[in-house]
């Protein structure tokens, strides 16, 4: 199991998650982000937190499950809290 894939991602105050399919839409007080994740993968919003899960347990289904899980947890630090060096 991927070990990245595993974590939740917890929502700041002001940040909302919405998940249609693959695309997911992030929005928050620095504007809003959308994208489309790869297949294998699906998005559960819970109570304040997002959780991402792959129905393939082979090696590139963990890799795309990390992967996922890393590209929303950046789209909710950059509606957040935005870049900084």
Known sequence: MSRI????????????????????????PKGSLSRRLPAGVSVILDNGAVRLETGDDGRSGRAIWGLARTLVNNMVVGVSTGFRR
């Open 5 to 28: 894939g595993k974590k939740t991602i917890t929502l700041p105050k002001g940040v909302q998650v919405q998940a249609q399919g693959l695309e997911v839409s992030v929005t928050g």
